[in-house]
Structures are given as structure tokens and as C-alpha cells.
């Protein structure tokens, strides 16, 4: 079965920038800031960042930052084809397997810099490290998804934003008429942001991403579905924090 690598998966997932979006409460409580962790974290020096002045950054994703945090999530993934002679199968023909297990990630490495922050989130092998493990960057704008570990302070590349430092709720639509792309944002009644984006090549591709404040990534979905006629082959594989 055909998974989106990392960078596909964060591509898709990009804030949307453009079009009409609400402006969020400013006592919006995700919008306050927490300083990186400084006991772990190191500067661009190498050394232990001790200074007082350390970069801070949104509560949504201020834990991606802190050096040897870990999180362990609870991962399924749903297949549903139809197949009426299937014993398993329901009313209207339709056949749901689901394999259920867990897996943990945790920081490898986190530097603060002046004006931006870097990190390095690895998992183990049940979680499938291409969904969740890499590199991120924050700055003033947002977080960002990064090919490499900068090793010293830089503007990440505009392009890899996942979700912005204050966020909106909004949607965007781009593309054409033929394989549209739809970016939203949305708030979730629990407080999470989370971000989707929704296109059609033939199959339809959803994937969201959802940050929780003072925890980080809450939730990593992908679905793929294929309709055609009375056909349907779909494939939803998410990874939720355990509390």
C-alpha cells in the first residue's frame, strides 16, 4: 500500500496564507508564548543556552523543542473495500479491517538560536518514522518542516510552513476545476489547531495535522479513497497522543 513520505505528508499540511480568514481572540490562550527550554536545549555555540534571552514560541508547538521530551501515541489504520460475498461484510457490501498499535517519539536534538529554533524528532519503527519523524524549524512566523538541521541561526524557507504562530481559522482553495486543492485551518472544540488539506487526483487525499497546547503534534491523519462506480478502496491510517 502507497504511503505519503514525510515531505509529501508536510507539504500537503501547509497554513494557509491567503484568503479571508477570522481573526483569532487575542486572549486566545494558544497564541502565549513558552520559551524553549533552556536545561537541554543548546545555542549556537554549543553550549547551554543560560542566557535569559531564549526564543519563544507558541504553546501549540513549543514542546517540539524541548530536547528529550517523548510522546507515545496510540496509531490505527482503517482499510474499507467492497465486497458483498465477503462474510464480513455489512449491509451495503462494505468490509472494514483495522490494526491497532503504539509507538513513541521523542526529541534527538534541539537548538535555540537568536531568532529561530531547530529540532530533530525521530521515532521508532512501529510508528513508521516517515509520518511524524524530521527536522523542524520555528521563527517569529510559524513552524516549518526542514531537509536539514541548520546549525546555526536562519530563516526557514517560507514554502515548508506547516502551521503559522497565530493561527486562523479560514480555507483557501487553489488549483483547477479538474483536481482541486483545499487548505483549512480549524479549532477544535478540546482547543487543538489543526490543519487539513483536502485534493482529487482520482483518489482523494485528506491528511490533517493537530496541535494541542503544551504538548505538541496530537494527531497525524492520512486517508486515501478511491470511488469509482459502485467500487471503494479507502485507507485511513492516524496516529492520536495518549494522554
Partial sequence: MYRYSN????????????????????????????????????????????????????????????EGRVWTYQASQLYRFRDVEHEDADEDGVVSEVDTWTCTCAVEEARIYETSAATRIACEDDCDSDW???????????????YTFPEQDSR????????????????????????PYTEATSRMPNGDWCIEGTFNDGTIHTNRAC????????????????????D??????TFELTE
Fill in 156 to 179: 526557514p524557507d517560507s514554502s515548508g510552513r506547516i502551521i503559522e504562530a497565530a493561527p486562523q481559522v479560514g480555507e483557501t482553495v487553489s488549483g483547477d476545476d479538474g483536481m
Fill in 7 to 66: 515531505i509529501a505528508l508536510i507539504c500537503l499540511l501547509l497554513a494557509a496564507c491567503g484568503g479571508k480568514q477570522n481573526k483569532p481572540d487575542s486572549d486566545d490562550e494558544s497564541l502565549t508564548t513558552d520559551p524553549a527550554p533552556s536545561s537541554q536545549a543548546v545555542d549556537d555555540t554549543g553550549n547551554d543556552n543560560d542566557t535569559g534571552e531564549m526564543f519563544a514560541m507558541p504553546a501549540h508547538y513549543a514542546p517540539l523543542f524541548e
Fill in 232 to 237: 471503494l478502496d479507502d485507507t485511513t491510517t
Fill in 211 to 230: 496541535f494541542r497546547n503544551h504538548a505538541g503534534i496530537a494527531v497525524i491523519m492520512s486517508r486515501e479513497e478511491v470511488l469509482y462506480l459502485d
Fill in 132 to 146: 511524524i519523524s524530521g527536522v523542524y524549524i520555528a521563527d517569529a512566523t510559524g513552524l516549518h518542516w526542514s
